[in-house]
């Protein structure tokens, strides 16, 4: 018999991107490899009463339901030792230290972590604890902590890529990046690599599971010939790439680290966008109207690399379509 595993907040940024690409509960239970009854009683438990889905708010809500007494919570003799000893001006680091050299019998051994957690926990506040430290902080500063160097999971390398892909001979082969407007709000912007076709949406933030819905949503209405690959740089906006791969079948390719020149056609049509978008812009001031009349102002230039057609043009034709544009 399988072994019940709990939603992970990975498994809630993929629902939360799921739903926005237009997922049924039975399609992301299979997406996902769980019950649709699990996927149910989540979107039932934790949407918000507007009836939208947030992974960061249903995992907040998952940990507080999981939220047991700390272990020197459970012990009262441990608590009213760890107590005195604070009170006497030990730091915590010296009665972990005492507790861990087997002086105190039938004491419990705990973590300094654990004691700095037990006297900033909610439920010791009113005691205020915190006033025994040296440096008095009512609130706990987070951790130092390394950056990871792979924060960004499963990536494929760039240097993999077909030459089918590279030398853009096959359709449906695409580059994703964002331009960056006033306030950081970004626009996503997608780019074929043989058509040069541009597609571009705007996005409230640079988070990851908005990200990779917006994506989602554009490429299910896209022929699935047009749904090969993609190819992205290093920014953790493209952490739920793996969504692509596991709802659309579509490969995921990514770029050397400060390597933006390898992905060069969005590079190039980002320059041309900046026309229209430049860094100062505020995108609460530009409708969606507005992008898409941008997107299509660009599709419609002839190009010198596609021999003076237009990008639509190129499209169509990569389809078997005929498409004669009059301007005049």
């Known amino acids: 018999m399988e072994t019940y595993r709990h939603l992970s907040c990975e498994d809630r940024d993929q629902i939360a991107v799921l739903l926005v690409a237009g997922h049924n509960n039975t399609s992301i239970a299979r997406i996902l490899g769980r019950s649709p009854s699990t996927i149910s009683r989540e979107l039932k438990r934790n949407s918000l ?145 043989k058509s040069r076709v541009t597609l571009a949406t705007k996005l409230t933030g640079k988070s990851a599971a908005e990200t990779a819905g917006a994506i989602m949503a554009i490429f299910k209405r896209l022929d699935p010939i047009l749904r090969q690959s993609i190819t992205f740089d290093n920014d953790t906006c493209f952490a739920r790439h793996t969504v692509l791969r596991d709802a659309l079948s579509m490969t995921t390719w990514f770029c050397d680290a400060y390597a933006s020149w390898q992905k060069g056609g969005i590079e190039n049509a980002n320059g041309r966008l900046r026309r229209w978008l430049p860094r100062k812009t505020n995108l609460d001031e530009v409708s969606d109207e507005d992008i898409q009349e941008i997107v299509m102002t660009y599709n419609l230039t002839p190009r010198k690399c596609l021999g003076y057609i237009t990008p639509i043009q190129a499209l169509f034709q990569n389809l078997g379509r005929d498409v004669r544009l009059k301007f005049a």
């Open 49 to 193: 009463q507007s009836g939208r889905y947030s992974a960061r708010i249903a995992d907040g809500g998952y940990m507080q339901r999981r939220q047991r007494n700390a272990v020197i919570e459970r012990d009262e003799r441990l608590a009213l030792f760890v107590r005195d000893r604070l009170a006497e001006g030990w730091s915590p680091q010296q009665i972990s230290g005492w507790l861990r050299s087997g002086v105190e019998t039938g004491l419990r051994a705990v973590a300094m972590e654990t004691i700095y957690g037990f006297i900033y926990r909610a439920d010791q506040k009113a005691d205020e604890l915190w006033r025994y430290l040296t440096r008095r902080r009512r609130t706990r500063r987070a951790l130092r902590t390394r950056p990871s160097r792979d924060t960004i999971k499963n990536r494929t390398s760039i240097h993999e890529r077909p030459e089918n892909v590279n030398n853009r001979s096959q359709i449906g082969n695409w580059e994703a990046d964002l331009i960056i407007c006033q306030r950081t709000r970004p626009v996503l912007v997608l780019h074929e690599r």
